[in-house]
Nanobody
């Protein structure tokens, strides 16, 4: 079992930055792919960013490329999402997830992930 707790969300103005944290317990996540997803009411959960444990490759959804950065601190068993130049359309609940048992959906697919945090709210005002 992997337990994930997100933090760092909040209410900010457009153009501001936030850094989300995803702290893991139960297992060392340094050997698992980790992703960030976001969801707004009435819409499907969408991929934001992911990091591959094998070679450190990072993946980003087109709307966040160049603005968001995913990173790991293996010593702290934590994954971060640095979000810069935030826009009102970034408003959502952000959840991190761990791919514990790779099943072939792909690192950007929510169905690939086995353990999820409850999320942290990010609200960006215009």
């Amino acid at each position: 079992q992997v337990y994930l707790v997100e933090s760092g969300g909040g209410l900010v103005q457009a153009g501001a930055s936030l850094r989300l944290s995803c702290a893991a317990s139960g297992r060392n996540i340094s050997t698992y792919d980790v992703g960030w997803f976001r969801q707004v009411p009435g819409k499907e959960r969408e991929f934001v960013a992911a990091t591959s444990w094998k070679d450190g490759t990072t993946y980003y959804a087109d709307p966040v490329k160049g603005r968001f950065t995913i990173s790991r601190d293996n010593a702290k068993n934590t994954v971060y999402l640095q979000m810069n130049s935030l826009k009102p359309e970034d408003t959502a609940v952000y959840r991190c997830a761990v791919d514990y048992d790779t099943t072939g959906w792909g690192i950007t697919a929510r169905y690939e992930y086995d353990f999820w945090g409850v999320g942290t709210q990010v609200t960006v005002s215009s």
